[in-house]
């Protein structure tokens, strides 16, 4: 066994970045080299096409599907939210690594926060679960906390809470629940 | 689920056809089972003693801490990772305080980093020693469980002599451990070294070369790679599936992507096959034993114990010198300071600082704002790859917008499905026990 420091990544980020704009094309809507983390944002239809490029292509190889998180960009105050210098949205963010490889890329999807701007209609995101086996309960664990409906997703209930909960406390604008089966809350 | 016979047809010979299969039956293990580590429920579909199908229940231990994340400051939420994975709490601070790092652009003292090695790998030992004797438990042997948390506490003794606590530490904040260690401690902590490398052929003495404990665990609950990698396991459960001859890279954080200096330790990674003395470990794999069963599982986290003895010895003697570095330093600047005129004090003092951030320091205060953007880190903990992911706010508030834990034994506990199908309900705790996994950390 060697005690080598290790190889660099084959492909600089930048490079993969470049290789998914040429060939998913419209797919990808935007791609950010510059960020700590370089990261591609991706039309959400598209999704499972783009992962499964990703992790199909011999010199990328994105096998590892590490995390899978969502992120509510709401200020609820309405005086800060001029402020805040996001609009409201909702993020999903998929953080993948080449087993052979080991480079790291991230993907986002950008959602709104209710489908169609109707309140309590969970915003719809297309599954992964059916490339990568990790997506299964992360996917759940983010419809549970977030209310993402990850579309086509086998078995999605929730994971963390009970399945009476009511609401998804991840996001910005949950009410905290004032009773749950006759236990106090606040 | 009762199988119903078919009705017999009226006015035909009658035959009768033996249904010698057993009717399905739900086993509910869990929340309180002592095997499952915690409060896990395992709803088992069984026939007879096999497993048809396992469906885990997993939440009993939320407590929000992601929620909590977005609602205190970076420091404070220190003490909420101490209670993710408590029996490797310093290596959860630790990969919080990375994650915050990353995002902030934060450069520790040198000093800080081997603290934090030492520290981090020490209690890499400890959480090791508690996978190793609980599993012995859940296989039906006391006396492992005994002897490891004889051991465990010395390094539990030495975690309260540098920090005061003892199981939820709090020590490795961002830009640094909040203490220096205290006087003497290196020297306990070499005693402590010598004790307890020659406590190891014991605990192999014990179980890894135990007829019962092999045949409990070689050859059961196999993980294959591309399950593994599906699912994107990592620490133990992962590299007990890979080869090593098949030329899979040694999957170890800290080799593959370095933090806090670990690639300037020697170590290896555990990584099988175990048929050789590659580590210096003169037990070999049994036969019945192939790799991805709970046995190679178990056999990593026993090298990775003796990889981490190594690593402490190498960052004591780097710390002592610094140390020392530090203490005539500190000497030095205050026995001239006294002569110096006020502008020279002056500057004197900012270079002294900048030596104590940059080399001899224990800790840089970190900015109280964090900047926009967003960092994702993972660190290579006891139970895998833990990864924290950090989104600042361009309005620059004290508090993060989102604060995400990734488990590593949130995956880890999701092969259970793929492989506890088709073994024995006897099985079970085997494979729980193998994955090693703490409910706190899944549930957070």
Redesign the interface.
């Given at each position: 066994m060697s005690n080598s420091p290790p190889a660099l990544p084959l492909l600089p980020t930048v490079e993969i970045l470049h290789q998914l704009r040429e060939r998913c094309g419209e797919a990808v809507l935007s791609v950010h080299p510059e960020a700590l983390d370089p990261f591609a944002i991706v039309r959400p239809s598209a999704l499972p096409e783009v992962m499964a490029f990703l992790r199909n292509e011999p010199d990328l190889a994105f096998d590892l599907l590490h995390n899978i998180s969502g992120v509510d960009y709401l200020e609820p105050d309405p005086k800060k939210a001029a402020k805040a210098g996001f609009e409201p949205h909702l993020e999903v963010v998929y953080h993948l690594q080449s087993f052979q490889h080991r480079h790291r890329i991230t993907i986002k999807v950008i959602l709104p926060r209710w489908k169609d701007d109707q309140v309590g209609q969970l915003p719809e995101a297309p599954t992964v679960s059916h490339l990568f086996g990790s997506a299964d309960w992360h996917e759940r664990e983010v419809f549970d906390l977030l209310g993402v409906n990850f579309v086509g997703h086998p078995d999605l209930r929730r994971i963390l809470l009970s399945e009476d909960w009511v609401g998804h406390p991840l996001r910005k604008d949950y009410e905290y629940p004032l009773e749950y089966h006759g236990i106090r809350g606040r | 689920m009762a199988i119903v016979s078919p009705p017999r047809q009226p006015n035909t010979p009658t035959l009768i056809e033996f249904d010698v299969r057993t009717d399905e039956m739900l086993v509910n293990m869990g929340p309180q089972h002592p095997s499952t580590h915690g409060v896990l429920r395992l709803l088992l579909a069984t026939d007879g003693e096999v497993i048809r199908e396992v469906t885990p229940h997993?939440?009993y231990l939320?407590r929000?801490a992601?929620?909590i994340g977005?609602n205190v400051t970076p420091i404070q939420f220190i003490p909420y990772t101490d209670r993710m994975d408590y029996l490797s709490a310093m290596n959860m601070n630790l990969g919080y305080s990375l994650a915050v790092e990353?995002?902030c652009s934060l450069k520790v003292p040198q000093k800080a980093d081997v603290i934090r090695v030492i520290i981090a790998e020490l209690n890499r030992i400890a959480s090791h020693l508690v996978g190793m004797g609980t599993y012995g438990l859940d296989l039906g042997t006391f006396s492992p469980f005994l002897y490891a948390f004889r051991e465990r506490e010395m390094i539990l003794d030495l975690f309260e002599a540098a920090c005061g606590a003892r199981l939820t530490y709090s020590y490795l904040t961002i830009g640094g451990p909040h203490d220096d260690l205290p006087l003497g401690w290196v020297g306990q902590c070499r005693t402590f070294l010598n004790y307890f490398k020659k406590r190891v052929p014991e605990y192999h003495a014990l179980l890894t070369t135990n007829h019962i404990f092999i045949s409990r665990t070689a050859g059961v609950g196999v993980l294959p790679k591309q399950?593994a990698?599906?699912?994107?396991c990592s620490g133990p459960v992962l590299r007990g599936s890979l080869d090593?001859r098949a030329g899979d890279?040694?999957?170890d954080l800290r080799?593959?992507?370095?933090y806090c200096g670990y690639?300037t330790y020697?170590?290896?990674?555990a990584q099988p096959p175990f048929d050789d003395e590659?580590f210096g470990i003169p037990y070999r794999k049994p036969n019945e034993a192939v790799i991805g069963d709970c046995w190679h599982r178990f056999f990593v986290r026993m090298i990775e114990v003796v990889q981490s003895i190594a690593i402490i010895e190498q960052a004591l003697g780097r710390y002592e010198k610094l140390q020392d570095e530090f203490l005539a330093a500190r000497e030095k600047h205050l026995a001239e300071q006294a002569k110096r005129s006020p502008e020279e004090r002056k500057k004197a003092e900012v270079a002294y600082n900048e030596l104590l951030k940059t080399r001899l320091g224990h800790r840089v205060e970190p900015p109280r704002h964090l900047p926009?953007?967003?960092?994702?880190l993972?660190t290579e903990c006891p139970r895998g790859?833990m990864?924290f992911?950090v989104?600042g706010?361009?309005?620059k508030p004290v508090v993060p917008?989102?604060v995400?834990a990734?488990s590593s034994s949130?995956?880890n506990l999701?092969?259970i499905r793929?492989i506890a199908r088709g073994c024995l309900i006897a099985d079970i705790p085997a494979i729980i026990g193998s994955l090693d996994i703490v409910m706190g950390e899944i549930?957070?």
């Open positions: - | 997993l939440g939320h929000c992601e929620k977005e990353k995002l399950v990698l599906s699912h994107a090593r890279p040694e999957w080799k593959l992507e370095p690639e020697s170590f290896q990674v590659h926009a953007g967003e960092a994702y993972e790859a990864g992911y989104v706010r361009a309005d917008l989102r995400r990734k949130f995956l999701s092969v793929e549930d957070r």
